[in-house]
């Protein structure tokens, strides 16, 4: 993910099956669905450093396939030559909203890169601080934003970066829409002193994770306003608090025991159909769980034969 070195070929799952998936229109019209055959399969690849072409000749087997935004920066041939070798191909650029890699940002992209263009404009407003003032980090080398933040001129992280995406990333015609990591409904337990106003008192959970959800919305909307429905915005997390703008989501690692389990997760992969926005979009996520055993055909089966119910 994108806390993973960039440098280093990431491959999460083997194997993800596609409940639903979409062909863009390049123009303003909204997405359409194809008639593809099931099972749909994706591909979550996240590589920055230079293609094998065995890697693009796999990738191109997918119907949609998710690639790290940065790709386009120094590698967008790539993006075109699956388009070509696969025309009915949807191509997501993976990004986070909430995150950015402050301290390791010479180590994951070269100059000219996705993140070293977003932080040229960064305000100190936007990064969300503890009641000591020190940045709040989920993931080593990774500091967390304040979407809802508004700096000196009154413009918020979210508007800031949704205009970047909608500028630097979607206006190329590369992609067919954006993937984030990190769509959580919660902020509270990574950290409990978290002040996301500024006013020198810590907050307490109900605050922070209202300002955490409501930030977010702001940005998934600023989003919708440029894109209408003419790209697919996609979450890893949850959905329900920004069904209203998201397409739907990927379940990592499935099935995940903090959601509930295979129950409570299939739960949740139902209502996506009923809560998300049209198109609807569902990844279910059987990874290997870090073990490296791609040999795990039960594992893959769950998986596959759980997408197959919906």
């Known amino acids: 993910l994108l806390k993973t070195k960039q440098r280093t070929t990431i491959v999460l799952c083997?194997?993800?099956v596609m409940i639903g998936w979409f062909v863009s229109v390049r123009s303003a019209h909204a997405f359409t669905i194809?008639?593809?055959?099931y099972p749909r399969t994706a591909a979550f690849f996240l590589k920055t450093s230079p293609f094998l072409e065995?890697?693009?000749q796999s990738l191109a087997k997918f119907q949609l396939v998710i690639l790290d935004a940065q790709v386009q920066f120094h590698q967008s041939l790539v993006l075109k030559r699956l388009r070509d070798m696969n025309p009915t191909i949807v191509l997501l650029a993976y990004t986070s909203g909430v995150e950015y890699p402050t301290y390791r940002l010479d180590t994951i992209?070269?100059?000219?890169?996705?993140?070293h263009r977003i932080g040229e404009r960064l305000s100190p407003e936007w990064f969300l601080k503890t009641v000591d003032g020190k940045n709040v980090s989920f993931w080593p080398g990774n500091v967390?934003?304040?979407p809802g933040a508004r700096n000196a001129a009154g413009v918020t992280y979210a508007e800031h970066l949704a205009d970047f995406l909608s500028r630097e990333v979607m206006t190329t015609g590369l992609w067919d829409g954006l993937f984030f990591d990190t769509v959580w409904d919660s902020i509270y337990w990574v950290n409990p002193t978290i002040d996301s106003?500024?006013?020198?008192?810590?907050?307490?959970?109900e605050k922070v994770d209202r300002a955490w959800r409501d930030g977010q919305n702001l940005f998934f909307k600023a989003l919708r306003d440029r894109f209408g429905d003419r790209y697919l915005l996609v979450g890893n997390g949850v959905l329900e608090p920004y069904a209203h703008y998201l397409n739907g989501r990927m379940f990592e690692g499935f099935p995940d025991p903090s959601e509930g389990g295979w129950a409570g997760s299939v739960k949740r992969y139902r209502a996506i159909s009923l809560l998300g926005a049209p198109p609807h979009v569902t990844a279910i996520n059987s990874d290997t769980k870090n073990t490296g055993n791609w040999k795990d055909w039960k594992r893959m089966r769950y998986g596959l034969t759980t997408t197959l119910l919906f």
């Open 14 to 16: 083997l194997f993800l």
């Open 34 to 37: 194809p008639d593809h055959k």
């Open 54 to 56: 065995d890697e693009i």
């Open 109 to 115: 992209e070269r100059p000219g890169g996705i993140w």
């Open 144 to 146: 967390l934003m304040n």
């Open 197 to 205: 106003d500024r006013d020198g008192v810590a907050d307490d959970k």
